[in-house]
């Protein structure tokens, strides 16, 4: 029986080894475990930080202002696409000296301004980009304190386009007043002059009559093209859609304009289908076919034609064609006779009555339906109008 105790001892002995063995296997597959899920964790933080980091640099990138850091040293550390852009320059920039980079000494002298005073606010800039001029609003600021040498942040507005717009808001004001100063002129010197009283040739004092409703029916002309380029340019027309036969609308606006091109002896055709339809605003396009039509009566020369055509083209868009046979327009001139109060011949439209605004108008008109307008013109074979309308309703 001595043998018994042994025995117990080393069974006590194999089952504390095994319950240890078996512990250390759980606490290696804890281990094991702990470790997957921080592998698995890492993994995902990574993931996080690095789309993270993506989404800064695609935002960073997609900026409308143009942004660029330098470092304590005047060397750039980043810099995004739309500065890149108006620079011309790629991303091997990085890491390259201002000057190095950007070769634009103005630049250069605003960033030493900033090193020294902190920062500067709504400076504005003139650079080249290609064949273009632009302007830049800058604000930069450093990292620091000033004159810590931690770095610069610069920001870039890009200003041209509200530049161009107040200088054709100048030049609109100008004109206008210029327009208006005219007749206003001409009607105050006719009417001072009937006031004093020492014309008494009825003749003279009809004719000067004439003059001053004349003027004042240009005045009328020019404030209601004012008022309506305004309110196409503003969306404040509402343009009321229908299929209608294009035909009739030309007919119109031959009806209207009968007189006038019998007094001027032009000969008024048109040879468009009975069947053809459009999707327009038949009002607007009748004011379109108007204006090019009393053109081509006005500038077309007497005894001469005034000629609409339209082809269907395979797309489903109509292109139609208002042509004269007078002197043309030259070519140089071709892509400015829709700005608003260009004149080719400048005496002679306002001894015709223009007020600059029309081709504006029809410009803004066919713009609203979706369509192009642009003129085909030799200096001596005549102006042909031609625009696109649509003859379905666009999805």
């Given at each position: 029986?001595?043998?018994?105790?042994?025995?117990?001892?080393?069974l006590a002995?194999?089952?504390?080894?095994?319950?240890?063995?078996?512990k250390r296997a759980e606490l290696r597959d804890e281990i094991a475990d702990l470790n997957d899920r921080l592998s698995e964790s890492n993994a995902r933080m990574s993931r996080e930080l690095a789309a993270a980091a993506e989404r800064q640099a695609t935002l960073f990138d997609r900026m409308?202002?143009?942004?660029?850091?330098?470092?304590?040293?005047?060397?750039?550390q980043l810099i995004n696409a739309t500065t890149r852009k108006l620079f011309g320059l790629d991303l091997s920039v990085r890491g390259k000296r201002l000057l190095e980079a950007i070769r634009s000494h103005e630049l250069h002298e605003i960033v030493m301004e900033v090193e020294k005073s902190g920062h500067v606010l709504g400076r504005e800039m003139i650079i080249k980009a290609g064949f273009e001029t632009r302007c830049l609003?800058?604000?930069?600021?450093?990292?620091?304190?000033?004159?810590?040498?931690?770095?610069v942040i610069v920001v870039l507005h890009d200003l041209t386009k509200l530049k161009a717009v107040e200088k054709g808001r100048r030049e609109f004001v100008a004109n206008?007043?210029?327009?208006?100063?005219?007749p206003l002129s001409m009607i105050k010197g006719y009417v001072e002059t009937l006031l004093q009283g020492e014309i008494g040739d009825p003749m003279i004092r009809e004719r000067f009559l004439g003059k001053i409703q004349k003027h004042?029916?240009?005045?009328?002309?020019?404030?209601?093209?004012?008022?309506?380029?305004?309110?196409?340019?503003?969306?404040?027309?509402?343009?009321?859609?229908?299929?209608?036969?294009l035909r009739n609308l030309v007919d119109r606006a031959f009806d209207d304009l009968h007189d006038r091109a019998m007094t001027e002896r032009v000969k008024l055709e048109s040879s468009i289908a009975k069947e053809l339809r459009v999707y327009v605003d038949p009002d607007r396009m009748q004011q379109v076919l108007q204006n090019l039509v009393?053109?081509?009566?006005?500038?077309?020369?007497?005894?001469?034609?005034?000629?609409?055509e339209a082809e269907l083209r395979e797309d489903c868009w109509v292109v139609v064609r208002v042509g004269d046979n007078g002197p043309g327009i030259p070519e140089e001139m071709h892509d400015r006779v829709f700005e608003r109060f260009f004149r080719v011949d400048k005496a002679r439209s306002r001894e015709q009555g223009g007020t600059g605004l029309g081709l504006a108008i029809v410009k803004h008109i066919i713009q609203s339906h979706g369509g192009q307008v642009w003129l085909e013109s030799g200096s001596e074979s005549g102006a042909v109008f031609s625009f696109t309308i649509p003859t379905e309703a666009m999805e």
């Open positions: 029986m001595d043998w018994i105790l042994p025995s117990l001892l080393a002995f194999v089952l504390q080894l095994l319950w240890h063995q078996k409308i202002e143009g942004v660029l850091i330098l470092d304590g040293g005047g060397r750039v609003s800058l604000n930069a600021s450093s990292f620091g304190e000033s004159g810590s040498g931690e770095g206008v007043s210029h327009e208006l100063r005219t004042s029916d240009r005045l009328t002309y020019l404030i209601e093209d004012l008022l309506a380029i305004s309110q196409l340019e503003s969306n404040q027309i509402a343009v009321s859609f229908a299929r209608v036969p009393d053109n081509g009566i006005k500038y077309g020369g007497r005894d001469g034609t005034v000629s609409v």
